[in-house]
């Protein structure tokens, strides 16, 4: 499978909905956030190792998780769990600013690497246990957590703005259910939606 294929699949199955994230999808090279040896794969809708026992997301929970956050010209981003740097990335073609926490780090230097290569120049990645967040940027119109929680926490949703959209693969163990909060009154309004399966958040 080549670029153009994979999304043509990820369009036909629903995971990509709108002109904007498809576009972005197109001009993400994915081959640059695999490892050389699994560059013949990059295309195939699939997570693949990154080292370190984690993984670059499949492209269809890329789609979905992207679909869901409505991006938005004007946003400014939180990713927890910056991995290969590929979602912050697709993120990057349709938002603002990313600030992107990453608790391994050894795939900073990753990530970084992957990120200039395709020329997303608003996105910054950092070193850190993002289980509370990132305060120093917040508040933000949305974040993504692409590690499994077992609760979106109070810290999480005092550094979302009010109208702001949060979502994460909550549970624990080996399987989770996406969620999606948005921020209503200073409240978080959740919604669950299947069951998906993400590394661990570790402390
Ligand atoms: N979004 C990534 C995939 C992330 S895989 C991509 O597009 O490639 C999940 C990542 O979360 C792993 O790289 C893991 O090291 C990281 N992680 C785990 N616990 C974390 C924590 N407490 N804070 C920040 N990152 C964390």
Do not use: W
Request: charged share 30%; hydrophobic share 35%.
């Amino acid at each position: 499978m080549n670029r153009e294929e994979l999304i043509k699949h990820l369009k036909k199955e629903g995971y990509l909905k709108t002109k904007t994230v498809e576009n972005a999808f197109l001009k993400v090279p994915r081959e640059n956030f695999v490892r050389d040896k699994d560059k013949d794969f990059a295309y195939y809708d699939q997570p693949l190792p990154i080292g370190y026992r984690q993984t670059i997301s499949a492209p269809h929970m890329v789609a979905i998780m992207t679909e869901f956050l409505e991006p938005k010209k004007t946003d400014i981003v939180l990713e927890i769990g910056g991995g290969s740097g590929y979602q912050a990335a697709i993120l990057s073609k349709l938002v603002k600013n990313i600030y992107t926490i990453e608790f391994q780090k050894e795939l900073i230097e990753f990530a970084k690497k992957n990120l200039n290569k395709a020329g997303c120049k608003n996105v910054e990645v950092f070193h850190g246990d993002g289980s509370k967040g990132y305060k120093k940027a917040a508040p933000y119109d949305k974040i993504i957590i692409t590690c499994a929680v077992s609760e979106i926490n109070e810290e999480l949703v005092k550094q979302l703005k009010e109208g702001g959209i949060i979502i994460a693969p909550v549970g624990s163990g080996y399987l989770q259910i996406l969620t999606i909060g948005k921020k209503k009154n200073g409240k978080l309004k959740t919604e669950s939606y299947f069951s998906c399966v993400f590394v661990p958040m570790r402390h």
